[in-house]
């Protein structure tokens, strides 16, 4: 069995995402000699290293050169980053569903464009509202809101429709949550509600972002955003 192939048959000890520190510890207790040969590896090492560091740093590189592409999961949202085993109908399973995440924004700029085309000035005017008001809250208080479809447009099951009525704006942090999923429109006091809870966050770190919480400007937005909610 080649050295890879054990580094792969280590990590389907695990059912869940591990770390390649905790991967690497796996293998040296599977397979003691490939820490006996680590360790006669870092003897001469400049630096100060521990035969495992080096096996970790081993599986590290190779993941990042993309040698284990076929055979495992990466979870990169946080650090370090974290493995996970998967078998080739897993892979075969998310390659489709990455095509599919890949294309929906084409399918969504579509609809978009489609729905747009038959809107009537009224229609426009909000919708051009409702970006502008977004832009406001990004470049005054560097709140990063997305403009979400309450009912989703690429719902499977009940796709919503690209029109005013159906706008909210959240952040982006909870509207990538929210995915493709149908939620119940904020009410217009729920929005707004939301949208100060935001700002209130936002004012702990204002000193540290260089951010002015202009009381005034924040009014001007919201009255802007009652008129076209």
Request: aromatic letters at 10%; hydrophobic letters at 35%; glycine letters at 2%.
């Amino acid at each position: 069995m080649k050295i890879n192939e054990k580094y792969l048959e280590s990590l389907k000890s695990f059912d869940d995402y591990v770390t390649v520190s905790e991967w690497a510890e796996e293998v040296v207790k599977k397979y003691p000699e490939i820490l006996k040969k680590a360790e006669k590896n870092v003897i001469n090492h400049k630096v100060p290293t521990s035969a495992l560091q080096q096996v970790t740093r081993q599986i590290s590189s190779e993941i990042t050169r993309g040698k284990y592409a076929e055979y495992i999961k990466i979870d990169d949202t946080e650090r370090p980053r974290r493995v996970k085993y998967i078998s080739k109908e897993e892979l075969d399973e998310n390659t489709t569903q990455d095509i599919e995440e890949d294309l929906e924004p084409l399918n969504r700029k579509e609809i978009e464009k489609y729905s747009e085309d038959k809107m009537a000035l009224k229609e426009l005017y909000r919708l051009d509202e409702f970006r502008n008001i977004q832009k406001a809250f990004k470049t005054f208080f560097k709140l990063d809101f997305e403009l979400d479809h309450a009912k989703a447009l690429l719902n499977k099951q009940d796709a919503g429709e690209h029109h005013p009525d159906n706008f909210q704006l959240i952040l982006k942090y909870h509207n990538g949550k929210k995915s493709n999923n149908n939620w119940k429109r904020f009410t217009i006091k729920e929005q707004i509600e939301y949208i100060e809870k935001a700002i209130e966050l936002q004012s702990l770190l204002a000193s540290r972002l260089d951010i002015v919480i202009d009381k005034a400007i924040l009014d001007s937005i919201l009255s802007r955003l009652k008129a076209v909610y």
